[in-house]
């Protein structure tokens, strides 16, 4: 059987190979064992370059190449290549990530983050702001301001909403909780889901069935992200946050927020 083109790209993509590789391991799973001229026939990869490819194939691990004359490769079980590759690739992430870590021990990082402060300072805070587009990249901004929260963060949502900042910030929230950071959810609690949300929630913080009207979040006073648009008939694609540097919006808002809060 011979890999149509569909299938050749998503192989090429999910296991990072090439098209002669993709083509060769194919034409390999589908005979099981066959000779370097026997592969560059079925895959149509010229007799030049198929050593080539069946060396770095099997360098990967993706083919086993069978002692004796003629020399023969033999086909290693796509399930068995599926756990090699997750493995290769946790563990270039795990060095990644420590490789990342450690540079934040280094004097040059201390030299950015002194960059970084000392242009901040200089800043007039209401020109600090910044749209992001897609709820992925709205939640992770988010997210990283809770991470540097120090008093408090004040959140006002919608019925799916509460159920979504469980999946996505409850070990942000167990994390400020720890370190005595107040946080405040209001949120109507339309749906079983959503009460659920929020009774695991309120481990971590104060949970209000009160319905703002507004989507928005508002950290220690001063950084506000705030939703353009309701979920409701919003896909997340294409969902809308602008957070901005303000003391002077964020407290209004949150005055707003207390009223309601208050009320309930």
Known sequence: MVANEDLIKKLRTTFNLNIYEVKVWTSLLSKGTATAGELSDMSNVPRSRSYDVLESLEKKGFI?????????????????IVKRVKKNVQEKAEREIKSIEEVQTTD?????????????????????????????????????????????????????????????????????????VKIRIAAPLKTEKSKEAAKELSEFADVKDVDVNARFVIV??????????????????????IWVNTPFFSSALRTMFDYVWDKK
């Not at 086993?64 to 068995?80: C, D, F, T």
């Open 64 to 80: 086993i190449m069978k002692l004796g004359r003629p020399i023969k490769y033999l086909a290693v079980s796509p399930s068995e």
């Open 108 to 180: 040059v990082f201390h030299e950015l983050n002194l960059l970084f402060t000392q242009g901040i300072n200089s800043v007039d805070p209401n020109t600090i702001a910044g749209s992001f587009k897609g709820r992925n990249n709205v939640y992770d901004h988010i997210l990283n301001l809770a991470d540097n929260a120090v008093k408090e963060v004040v959140i006002a949502t919608t019925t799916d909403g509460i159920v979504r900042k469980l999946e996505c910030m409850k070990t942000t929230f167990r994390k400020l909780s720890n370190k005595k």
């Open 220 to 241: 220690d006073g001063k950084d506000l992200m705030f939703m353009v648009n309701h979920d409701k008939n919003t896909h997340e694609s294409a969902d809308v946050g």
